[in-house]
C-alpha cells in the first residue's frame, strides 16, 4: 500500500503563489504515476496535473496550463505542484493521488487507486 500527505495549502489573494507538496510512502519500490486533482464545493472532482513515474512526462488541465508547474523528486518520495497567478476559480480542496495504471495522462480520479485527504486552497479577490 501507499500512502500520500498533502501539505501547503492556505490564502492568498488572486496573482499569488502556492507551492503544495505531496509525501508519498509505503511501497515505493513499484513505479506511481502521481496526479494532483481538485474539488470545489458542489462540484465533481477534476483533474489538475499528473506527471509519470520518471519525472519526464506532464500533462496539464486547460485551466491552469501555463500558470501550473507540477514536478517529483524520487530521492525524497515527494510530488510537488507550484502555482503562479491564482485565481478565485482555483480555490478547491487539492488531492494528491498515485497510480499504476496506464492511463494516467487523462487525470481521472478513476484511473488513480490511491489518494491524499487533501489541503484546502482559497484564493480571494
Known amino acids: 500500500e501507499v500512502q500520500l500527505v498533502e501539505s501547503g495549502g492556505g490564502s492568498v489573494q488572486a496573482g499569488g503563489s502556492l507551492r503544495l507538496s505531496c509525501a508519498v510512502s509505503g511501497d515505493t519500490y513499484s513505479s506511481y504515476s502521481l496526479g494532483w486533482f481538485r474539488q470545489a464545493p458542489g462540484k465533481e472532482r477534476e483533474g489538475v496535473a499528473a506527471i509519470d513515474s520518471s519525472g519526464r512526462s506532464t500533462v496539464y488541465a486547460g485551466s491552469v496550463k501555463g500558470r501550473f508547474t507540477i514536478s517529483r523528486d524520487n530521492a525524497k518520495n515527494t510530488l510537488y505542484l507550484q502555482m503562479n497567478s491564482l485565481k478565485p476559480e482555483d480555490t478547491a480542496m487539492y488531492y494528491c493521488?498515485?497510480?499504476?495504471?496506464?492511463?494516467?495522462?487523462?487525470?481521472?480520479?478513476?484511473?488513480?487507486?490511491?489518494w491524499g485527504q487533501g489541503t484546502q486552497v482559497t484564493v480571494s479577490s
Open positions: 493521488a498515485a497510480t499504476r495504471g496506464g492511463s494516467w495522462f487523462r487525470v481521472r480520479p478513476d484511473e488513480y487507486a490511491y
